[in-house]
């Protein structure tokens, strides 16, 4: 515990400065938030499904709630339903295992409901492609409303992709 506080005097404050100093995700939450409040008056719910992604898809959209992007503050929530969910952000292949399952979610997700494709695999499987275990992707099985290409997406093309969806409904 000594040499802990040793430290803590001798190196001050470790951790990054979070003052925000990216102006593109600044600029493009703002509009977000604006859309969002004038469509809904509330914010807007995403239920995210991993349909065999690599996984590489989630860090980069776990980063947008990180104190860094921070991205409820734009009138975005993630929730663990999709009964409560106003979209569906989908990442991934689609394996063959995660077909009924996404089936089903998309089902119940109340309408009307939005389809977010994130990432190259939810096209045509992406590198998976023609693989024997996956689906090669959604385009033709759920009627996408918007694709965030990328291998995978950064956090702010994940928040530009946004913005087009609550500009085209
Ligand atoms: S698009 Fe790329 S990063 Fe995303 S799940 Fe597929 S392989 Fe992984």
């Known amino acids: 515990m000594i040499d802990v506080l040793k430290c803590a005097c ?3 404050i470790m951790t990054e400065d979070l003052k925000f100093s990216d102006e593109k ?5 703002k509009e977000l938030k604006k859309r969002i409040d004038k469509k809904f ?4 719910f995403i ?10 898809c989630e860090v980069e959209i776990n980063a947008l709630n990180n104190p860094y992007y921070n991205l409820e503050r734009f009138g ?4 663990a339903s999709p009964k409560f ?5 989908i990442t991934g292949a689609l ?25 190259d695999c939810t096209k045509d499987g992406g590198d998976f492609k023609d693989s024997y275990a996956v689906c090669n992707g959604i385009f033709d099985k ?21 913005l087009k969806l609550l500009q085209k409904i």
């Open 25 to 29: 995700v600044e600029v493009l939450g």
């Open 142 to 162: 759920l009627p996408v409303d918007i694709y965030i290409p990328g291998c995978p997406p950064e956090p702010v093309d994940i928040i530009s992709g946004l």
């Open 95 to 119: 394996t063959k295992n995660m077909y009924d399952a996404l089936m089903n979610v998309y089902e119940i997700t109340p309408n009307p409901k939005y389809i977010i494709a994130v990432g």
């Open 47 to 56: 239920r995210e499904v991993d349909c065999g992604s690599c996984n590489a």
């Open 85 to 89: 969910a106003d979209a569906l952000m």
């Open 10 to 12: 001798k190196y001050k």
């Open 76 to 79: 975005i929530s993630f929730v």
């Open 41 to 44: 008056q509330r914010s807007f």
